[in-house]
């Protein structure tokens, strides 16, 4: 029983640093918004507008899509050597948080309103694109949705308090 535990530990903790790039992005999406927009002029920078807001809302940005993809290549190649398991990675993140925005729309629910589905949806985008083209399913997933639920959680209230966000969920 103690080895098995042990097991799931290891697995668990190798399976959260290979995702770590995306815990990264997905924080680094907020401090993109809200400080790196301000120093740039918006009207020299045209990457910077919404996707569809009639579907996703006014938040999920051309430029947050070219940034997301570009990071995960980025990071992916530079820690593990995998530049293409980044970038099926980034889209899958992308893809689930889009998802998210989409549901949320879909049940009238307003821009940064509460929704569950708002702590975990880039991991679980991740892994389908994931399972899509791998056909693996990330060790331990169970452990890992429980882990973001929370880590999500206690970033966003970070955030708040460092006023980088209005709210703080």
């Known amino acids: 029983m103690e080895i098995i535990i042990e097991t799931i530990i290891q697995n668990l903790v190798n399976q959260m640093i290979f995702l770590s790039p995306l815990y990264f992005i997905n924080a680094f999406l907020l401090i993109q918004s809200r400080v790196l927009l301000k120093l740039i002029k ?54 689930g948080i889009l998802l998210s925005s989409f549901t949320k ?19 679980l985008g991740a892994q389908i694109f994931y399972f899509i083209v791998f056909g693996k399913i990330f060790q331990e997933l169970l452990l890992i949705i429980i882990i973001t639920f929370f880590l999500h959680r206690l970033s966003n209230i970070v955030a708040f308090k460092l006023k980088l966000k209005e709210i703080p969920w």
């Open 42 to 95: 918006k009207d020299k920078f045209s990457f910077d507008f919404p996707i569809n807001k009639k579907l996703f809302g006014t938040q999920k940005t051309i430029l947050g899509l070219i940034f997301t993809i570009l990071c995960s290549v980025f990071l992916y190649w530079f820690f593990f050597a995998v530049p293409f398991e980044g970038l099926v990675l980034g889209t899958g993140m992308f893809f």
């Open 105 to 123: 729309r879909m049940l009238k629910k307003k821009s940064g309103e509460k929704f569950i589905f708002d702590t975990i949806d880039f991991v």
